[in-house]
């Protein structure tokens, strides 16, 4: 008689071992990794299982290819640790539509999401806007929406119609190994834009991109970059701040380590020229390397597109402590430093130390207008403060 009761523990003990893990494997939930089949439904009812989960979960999506439409993945969820494992291709449909954003996950705490492959398939939708066609806004392919503690590791993202990934109102994300993918002359498709975040981490990443590798808009602070490489695209940008009169600070940033080729810009500050609130403070560019960039170091608070809304006037953003240490490399232009402040809010408390950035094998020039700042160590070019 020992024996059942034996196997009835045992059968128990099973039971409770799976239910403190809910695994959920998308497939069961009706996917298809053939391409052609829509599997937003298929995805989102797995994420339904593990949202009300009251244990850890995980769902796992196997090899091949699955067409998601669009898919807002909603919290808040039962348990606070929902981890996603990809190890397909998840394609958006062909062509373009009204869609602003691809794949959200909204009001989670505790993701985690390893592997796979996201392609945003913007080509068609790049077409339309560089015809200069009336097209509609154009879709980011993931976002990370007013969520806490989220992790996102060894994850592709390919060919997004607009930004590739977008961290906004959130905090504790942390995005490692990400490479990030589209042509050199694809509008707008910044590699990660963040904005109204705070304690956001990227580590051992690669974007090459047609617009900014990593985007810092309003109300970013806390962030910090490590072992980037970044190119082609716009470089590593804060910015454009002041388009709006009440624009959130941003502060507490630092890039270092990393490796910027042949962009546009290397690490810039941009900020609207025109009356505005807003601050941008205590950042920290060290250790990077310059590969044929165009503007390798650059503050311009005269940013005025078009000359519509901005014309003689000065931004009203607050430009201080902001240090730029052991950046060396080449320019592909004559001036590699250049700071052009606002007239009524100079920069302050900038710093240069170890500059080496050299113009066809001489030193490059500076450029300077409305900054003050002090030097040590060897700087080349010779600074204009």
Known sequence: ?????????????????????????????????????????????????ACSSKTPASIYVPSGKFLVSQALFNGPCKNAAIKITIDGTI????????????VTFKYVQGLSISGGVL????????????AGKNCPQGASTLRIGQSKNVRISGMSLLNSEMFHMVIFGSTGVTLQGMNIIAPENSPNTDGIHIQMSSGVT????????????????????????????????HGISIGSLGGITDDEGVQNITVRNAVITGTQNGVRIKTWGKPNNGFVRDVKFEHVTMRNVQNPIVVDQNYCPGNVNCPNQHSGIKISQVSYT????????????????????????????????????????????????SVSGLVVPQSCF
């Open 1 to 49: 008689m020992a024996q059942p009761k034996i196997l009835l523990f045992l059968n128990l003990f099973l039971a409770l071992s799976s239910d403190a893990m809910a695994a959920y494997n998308i497939i069961n939930f009706g996917a298809k990794p053939d391409g052609r089949t829509d599997s937003a439904k298929a995805f989102l009812r797995a994420w339904a299982a």
């Open 119 to 130: 392609d945003g398939r913007g080509q068609a939708f790049w077409a339309c806007k560089m």
């Open 91 to 102: 394609f958006a449909p062909s062509g373009y539509s009204s869609m602003t954003d691809w």
């Open 326 to 373: 052991d950046v060396k490399g080449t320019s592909a232009t004559p001036v590699a430093v250049k700071f052009d402040c606002s007239a009524t809010n100079p920069c302050n408390g900038m710093r240069l130390q170890d500059i080496k950035l050299t113009y066809q094998n001489k030193p490059a020039m500076s450029y300077c207008k409305n900054v003050k700042g």
């Open 202 to 233: 990227i580590q051992s990443s690669s974007m090459r991109t047609g617009d900014d590798c990593i985007s810092l808009g309003a109300g970013s602070t806390n962030i910090w970059m490590e072992r980037i490489s970044c190119g082609p695209g």
